[in-house]
């Protein structure tokens, strides 16, 4: 069983549109949950971070960790073109050092 | 902003040949990594690098790679006999504390092994 599971997608939503991106990991050791964003040839730039469950908002998007189900979110309102990337989820132990990644859901908006 | 940089952008080499990438991480940042990301593949984790040895590295960073910060601002990542299947881009990122929130990182070192 791989440790962080991520449908590649592509998914395609038209712009105003709410995405929906998600992810499943195997291991609840996992503690800290993050989502990033990379665009074409260019290195994951942090977009959110949560610890343990729970929701959290910044502007447009909304992560939400769901322990008990092994599930993390992110959720963007009113999806703009330039949203238009690769969303990469990614987990992290307590303590640890290396951080585990999903294999990235691709996303094109729609004007 | 601050931010990591890398160089060079894209470095051709010839098999068996000894390639070194360069990486400046953000000058307060303590802990160092490098990744690396195969063509249409995950961000695979290769090492972390805290107060100048290596603190975590995995089954993909062998004897044939080895991490150095030679003065106060530089982070390499050497290969020192490049293998066809080390064609990647290759990502540096810091943070200022072992930090479970996530790093910066920098836009990568495409490595094509010809």
């Known amino acids: 069983q791989k440790e962080v599971e991520q449908d590649p997608g592509p998914l395609s939503v038209p712009e105003g549109a709410i995405v929906s991106l998600n992810c499943t990991y195997s291991n609840s050791a996992f503690q800290y949950f993050m989502w990033y964003r990379q665009y074409s040839r260019k290195g994951p730039e942090l977009l959110m971070y949560t610890y343990s469950s729970g929701n959290k908002e910044d502007g447009r998007f909304t992560a939400q960790v769901d322990k008990s189900s092994k599930y993390i979110s992110l959720f963007i309102r009113d999806s703009q073109p330039s949203d238009s990337a690769t969303y990469l989820c990614a987990i992290r132990n307590t303590g640890g050092f290396k951080t585990i990644f999903g294999a990235g859901t691709r996303l094109f908006v729609k004007a | ?114």
């Open chain 2, 1 to 114: 902003e601050p931010e990591v940089t890398q160089t060079p952008s894209h470095q051709v080499t010839q098999m068996g040949q000894e390639v070194i990438l360069r990486c400046v991480p953000i000058s307060n940042h303590l802990y160092f990594y490098w990744y690396r990301q195969i063509l249409g593949q995950k961000v695979e984790f290769l090492v972390s690098f805290y107060n100048n040895e290596i603190s975590e590295k995995s089954e993909i960073f062998d004897d044939q790679f080895s991490v150095e910060r030679p003065d106060g601002s530089n982070f390499t990542l050497k290969i020192r006999s490049t293998k066809l299947e080390d064609s990647a881009m290759y990502f540096c990122a810091s943070t200022g504390d072992n930090s479970n929130y996530g790093y910066t990182f920098g836009s990568g070192t495409r490595l094509t092994v010809v």
